[in-house]
């Protein structure tokens, strides 16, 4: 089978055989197979891996979907393994569900302890903090007043 890197994109040609062995040892997870030393991903007809001394950071995102459902409207929550690698996000994984992402990130935590497993903090720059900002006089109408 053959193993495409997350990190290049290319195919790792010479070891297939090692990964193979590493991937059949590991513990899957829906797409998604933790093992002692690499992440295997399969998607769609690929698999893909990385080491997690290579990833910066792997986390999970929960999405909400509206949903028109038969008896009204609803959201159904979508679970997301995002790995990120050199500081952008290089693939989102969908998962089977809350139980099994919950079981996922505890699998990484003990198979890297030192990866940040941590999502990045939101920066709202559109809203800005009045508490912050630097308190204006007013504008010109009302210097006029």
């Given amino acids: 089978m053959r193993y495409y890197s997350l ?8 070891t297939d055989h090692d990964l193979s062995g590493e991937c059949r040892e590991g513990h899957t997870i829906g797409p998604v197979t933790v ?3 690499n992440l295997f991903i399969k998607k ?13 950071r792997i986390f999970r995102r929960v999405r909400r979907l509206h949903a028109n ?5 609803g959201d159904i929550e979508v679970e997301y393994l995002v790995i990120g690698v050199n500081g952008i996000e290089a ?3 969908t ?9 996922l990130m505890d699998e990484i935590r003990q198979a890297a302890p030192g990866l940040d497993t941590a999502a990045p903090k939101k920066e709202d720059d559109d809203i800005a903090d009045p508490d912050k900002a630097d308190n204006d006089t007013g504008s010109e109408e009302e210097a006029d007043r």
């Fill in 7 to 14: 990190s290049s994109g290319k195919v790792n040609k010479g």
């Fill in 35 to 37: 093992s002692k030393n």
């Fill in 44 to 56: 769609g007809l690929r698999r893909y891996y990385i080491p997690y001394a290579e990833a910066d």
């Fill in 69 to 73: 459902i038969c008896c009204g409207d």
């Fill in 91 to 93: 693939m989102e994984v």
């Fill in 95 to 103: 998962l089977p569900g809350k139980k099994a992402a919950r079981m």
